[in-house]
């Protein structure tokens, strides 16, 4: 006997048999028991989910003669009879299934609808199953309004459609409608595992758990992939074989990068993309799987009780819960959505791994500032309080900040100097002289005290003209002793009065007379300017993805053809 594939073998012969979609099995089996029988019926749902599937049990509800030949319509179509067994492998002639895909002209439709006019051959129903009903043209659609509209008592209409959006609605308010849901990985597994049972076909819990979610919801995906699954692995379904075939990538890269983010490593973050160069795993998948991983921590901070829902035995469980408690909320939401644009980008890069990389130090250069886990913060405490003895003569900036601004208050003097909200905590912790640009860490913890200050100025208005594009343009690459080196990349920002004025700034905000500026000529990396950019570009695209998911607007497009003017959106507050 031919081998016949998994997903034809275990589709489900009658009610009792569909899986995860009680909700439509319980209206349709109530509807069959009581005999209020609608005369069209509109099933909607991605692929794979069962809608063929149940318009054919339906037919066979409707057309069952039962055992002994005396059935009458029943919820529990007998399986046996010559009605169900002609309807389950395809030969009924009183049931016909067009697939609108295919025939979507009025011809087609004409066709069909001549043979309303016929009574059933041999059955008590004729049913006409119209799949993708929303592919039909215009002109078929309204061929068949009147049919449908008061069909011969003898005749049912099964409508199957994946996007109902499409559907007009004079069809749509002729049907009773019913959505047919996406399983969830969880139904899936079950599924899988009791077929593979029944197969005897040895499986890892965890290769199955793989195949359930590369699924995305339709049982006839997860049974076509096992079908091939067990091709590939010879008779039998291990982890690592299901992986290869499915092209996913290992979790464990997942969590090292996301454990790595969380703790603001960025060495770990380039080792593993460079991992994940090197073992020829997909770049797009990689960010997939981290959105995936994203969305489950999202939903245990803010519903913690949902893990012991969860699957217990799945060992991610524990390691999602972890990095859930360890990554806040906001940056968890901010690495989802900057996770979901970078897929985008990586086409349009020479080289998918490098815009990977690309994506992953963004997450991190977007990081709030001052977010870092302790842990990364350890080692420059550490220096601080070491070097603490060798410099006590010179007094941390923030105790000078906060003396001056006393003494300050005690001599009533008019406060000529705009007070800075706070000193950043990078200038606060360590001592000047430690702090160097040579440790990349470092220099980016420069980075956000320098562009904190500068923001602070430009709002207080303490700088102006060339002065504050100065300090915006400038980056702070180190601060040793008092001097603090900033560098430019125009000739023109380097002019001695410009550095003289933002000196003369720094020294009132700080309180601190002793700091002196030298500006250098050369490459800038790293500048207030360059991240109010940047800030500016993220802070607009949000408004964008906003507009372009907001109902109204959604509506807006498809029921009126309404455009979104390119450019014409702009972020309320810049
Ligand atoms: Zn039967």
Redesign the pocket.
Known sequence: MSYLVLARKYRPRNFSEMVGQSHVVQALVNALTTQRLHHAYLFTGTRGVGKTTVSRILA?SLN???VGGQ?DITAE?????Q??RDIDSGRFVDYTELDAASNRGVDEIAQLLEQAVYKPVVGRFKVFMIDEVHMLTNTAFNAMLKTLEEPPEYLKFVLATTDPQKVPATVLSRCLQFNLRPMAPETVLQHLAQVLNTENVPADPQALRLLARAARGSMRDALSLTDQAIAFGSGRLDEASVRTMLGSVDRSYVFRLLDALARGDGRTVVETSEILRLNGLSAASTLEEMTTVLQRMAVLQAVPEMASGDDNADPEIAETARLAHILPADETQLLYSLCLHGRGELGLAPDEYAALTMVLLRLLAFKPSGALAPTALAPAAQIATGGSAAVSGKKPLAELAVRSQVESARASAPAAAPAIERVPEALQGAPAEVVTATDPLESSRLGDAWSQIVNQLAAAEAIAALTRELALQSELCSQEGGVWSLRVERESLSQPAARERLQTALQLALGDPLIKLSVEVGQVTDSPARRNGIALTEKQRAAEALIHTDPLVVDMIRDWGAKIVPGSIKSVSS
């Open positions: 066979k069952c003669t039962g059935g179509p007998c399986g046996v009879c009605a169900c």
